[in-house]
């Protein structure tokens, strides 16, 4: 029998999972911003890989000949008040940023802090937007309330209030982003769920009888996953911004491991005396990397919305 | 009224007009030799489905191709100048207040935030430089002519606090205002209630008459087409397939996509045999698919022959004023055809002898309202008033296993609502509901598995009844493994064959939604419902949303189903044609009430009640020599918050003078339910003999 449409054949043959993946990713290639941004991230990462590689010294090893140095063939960055290497201290720092979280001094995880607490926070965030969007009623209340309380705190002043009830190390900067983020990040989901929740297919799982987690993380948080991943980018930015930040005021990684907000603070005080050298690195490294992850994002969203 | 000479130069001359878009890969040609012209005072309707270049064509008239469209070859001349080929200003200056269009969806022609009569007398002051005062007075005149009640007072309202048809009109007058010479049409009423649709209709014929206007006429509907148009080009894959009268077009249709237009199209016929719907195999193809150097039809052609495939036909004329893009148009005749096996399910004689068993469901006086929160400060803290939308009230029926029940009636009937409180997602307030021993005024999150098991339902849109995020396979799998319905291992299997049950192959096992096509995502979406293997499936306007020849297929793919399976369905929808084909009962639906309920060859026969042949004659039929009875509602359906007292229709009734003293009792009491036979009854006031007299609403040949 030929009821059927499909007399015509579609395309030949069913693109392979690798294909998919590709087409994927040709989007990002699409926007000239999004490359630029990738870059910039992919630099950085990177670097903080092959640290070891990229410099004969340590990031704490002190050179008392060598203080306040500008660029030179053995510095290639110049040396900070101890004479440490800023080279060095900015690779290593990166580390921390992107690619490990040092939980004790031994023990450590890959991925950054910057990631793990915009993770963190996604995990907490989603979860209560979820519940907030899809349940509504006196859930949706109770939870967005106490959200826009957290919301009513300048987020420095919250950074700041966490840190000093917790202490200083980085799983309390994880703590402290993840906490900091997650009303944002509630926000976004519950509207995004409050739009997937009308579609017919989360209609025809709740006919199914399926049960209400089921339909929030199966069948619509994959379909908000788009606006979230654009959002997230944006957050690793605003996290290294923040993990700079609490550095700066001393309140990030205890020194003497290679922190760039603390090597800004420490390198403060001589600019004016004529060595801007180790104030000035580390706040290209952040800059750069922030304006990095706000091009990609902006790239990522504007492509993944035109072709849709 | 098409017999008129065609004797004038043409308002509107399009000749060979090509236009493509450029994409991110290559350029694409959307439009394609199409030729045709439009005359004063005559309607010319541009005919086909989603995709085929109808809208495309319109906008390349008033060069709204937006950054990546382009004219790229033909002329189209307007009153005598050229257009194609000129800059903005230019055509600007040519065009002046000279071509007006109207959209789809008037909420979004209108600005929410000024009042109408400003955006009306705006039209006038801006471009003809008329005082204030003397636009406006023009204004209401042009709402007087377009029938808007009251038109004084409309004029001071914002757009939101009109309903849809009169938003239609204040858009219609509005482009009427600069007596344009040439008037566009892209769908004007497709958004709109039949009954609404109905009026809108009857006033374009009117305006068109007053005003000597050319109107292009972009529709779908083959419906409309018939009861507004004078000239007709259908259009296929990008061009223009047959060009010709209304008339001549209708009764003898030259070319085989026309043919098959027809056969797909649900008429409102006297008996369900009649009705039986022949899709076009296939699917029409996407842009870089079309066949180059070849009858663009010829792969779904029953005709095709190799000429077909390796030449491609040109428009020529057949008859005067008829023209066809078929190399065969003399020798094919859509009486003669027949339908290649297998194309529609062979229905049985009925499965007739298992009449009056048990019922399968039984609803009894069931209400579902909705809350209403009011906005006083009262109810914030919880003591104000609460008042009810009541969606759905006091509605009973019945259906036997194996049969379909249609139920019929406007947006904002409580059709849906009936849909959710059956399914499980809405709680009634009242009544009882009895499906298989099991009670259905549970919610769903109470109801045990097996009942959820044999409760199933069909969506209506498409894009959304498919989860984008997983795969077909994955997603018909579910309810397999929810139900337990076969062993785990043998899930893959079960999925393929109800794959097969739809008529897609294995293939479709790995696609990911965006790979189908709105058809075959309908047909996953009820291979996703019947996997449970249910008694019970709703289906919520399962084809709405689908194209006429797609349409056809899905309709007879449910019926075959419903056959191979024994499953019973109610089947919602608001187009009374597709229920006819389809249902074996019918319940029409208003304001929340069931206002009739029956066989359907009773609801489409008189008696009738008053609303069910205002909605009957309202209906367009695909055929201008049909004959149908003129009835049109006034006024608007009464908010369910606040119903009418008596019989919720009374304000809109148009038989009530056949009651004494005005129909005074049906703005009393609520009417009683009156016995046509054992089960067709009408909910009316008016006595069935009086009913009985009225002469059926559609008489065709």
Partial sequence: MAVSEQTIPKQAAQPSRWRQLWEGLSIVFESKIAVAGLVIILFWIFVAIFAPLLTPYTPTEQDYTAQNQGPSAKHPLGTDSLGRDIWARLIYGARVVLIMLPVTETFWLPLGTAIWGVLLGLLVGSTLGLMGGYLGGWVDEVVMRLLDAMMAFPVVLLYMIIIAAVGASATNVVLAIAIVGTPGIARLVRSLTL????????????????????????????????????????????????????????????????????MVAKGRQYILSGSPWAALWPSVAIGSLVVGLNLFADGLSEESTRYQ | MTTMERTHAPILKVRNAAISYETRHTDVEAVRDVSFDVHRAETFGVVGESGCGKSTVAFGIVDFLGPNGKIVGGSIKFQGQELVGRSQDELRKLRGDQISMVYQDPMQALNPSVTIGDQLAEVLTVHRGIPKPEAWQKSIDMLDRVYMPDSANVM??????????????????????????????????????????????????????????????ITHDLGVVARVCNYVGVMYAGEMVEVGSVESIYANPMHPYTQGLMRCVPKLGATKESSILYPIRGRVPAPQDRPKGACIFAPRCDYATDRCHNEKPQLRQLETGHSARCFYSETIDAGTWEPPAGLVPEFEADVGQEDGREPIIRLSEVKTYYEQESKSLLSLVGAGEKRYVKAVDDVSL?????????????????????????????????????FLG????????????KLIEELQMVFQNPDSTMNPSYSVGHQIGRPLRRFNVVPKDQVRDEVVRLLNAVRLDGSYYKRLPRQLSGGEKQRVGIARAFASRPDLVLCDEPVSALDVSVQAAVLNLLLEIQRD?????????????????????????????????????????????????????????????????????????????????????????????????????????????????????????????????????????
Wanted: glycine share 8%; charged share 20%; aromatic share 8%.
């Fill in chain 1, 195 to 262: 739009d997937i929740r009308t579609r017919d297919y989360v209609r025809a799982a709740e006919i199914r009888g399926e049960s209400p987690w089921y339909i929030m993380f199966v069948e619509i948080l994959p379909n908000a996953r788009g606006p979230i991943i654009v959002d997230a980018m944006l957050r690793v930015g605003y996290a290294i911004f923040a993990m700079g930040t609490l550095g700066f005021l001393g309140l990030g990684l205890p020194p003497p491991s290679p922190d760039w907000g603390s």
């Fill in chain 2, 156 to 217: 001071k309202r914002y757009p939101h606090q009109i309903s849809g048809g009169q938003q239609q009109r204040v858009v219609i007058a509005m482009a009427l205002l600069n007596n344009p010479a040439l008037l566009i049409m892209d769908e004007p009423t497709t958004a709109l209630d039949v009954t609404v649709e109905a009026v809108v209709l009857d006033l374009i014929e009117d305006l068109k008459r007053d005003f000597d206007t050319g109107i292009v006429y």
């Fill in chain 2, 398 to 434: 019945e259906v036997p296993p194996n049969k379909t029940l249609g139920i019929v009636g406007e947006s904002g009937c409580g059709k849906s609502t009936l849909a959710k409180t059956i399914i499980g997602l809405e709680t009634p307030r009242d009544g009882k509901a009895q």
């Fill in chain 2, 438 to 449: 099991f009670d259905l005024t549970v919610p769903v999150s109470g109801r045990d598995v």
């Fill in chain 2, 565 to 701: 399976y024994g499953t019973t369905m109610m089947f919602i929808a608001h187009d009374l044609s597709v229920v006819r084909f389809f249902s074996d009962y019918v319940a029409v639906m208003y304001l929340g009430h069931i206002v009739e309920i029956g066989p359907a060859e009773a609801i489409y026969a008189p008696p009738y009640q008053p609303y069910t042949e205002a909605l009957l004659s309202a209906v367009p039929i695909p055929d201008p020599t049909a004959e149908q009875k003129h009835i049109r509602l006034h006024g608007t359906v009464p908010s369910a918050l606040d119903p009418p007292s008596g019989c919720p229709f009374h304000t809109r009734c148009p038989r009530r003078d056949l009651l004494p003293d005005g129909g005074k009792i049906c703005e009393e009491q609520i009417p009683q339910w009156q016995y046509n036979s054992e089960e067709h009854r009408i909910f009316c006031h008016i006595p069935l003999e009086e009913l009985r007299k009225i002469e059926p609403v559609v008489t065709s040949d």
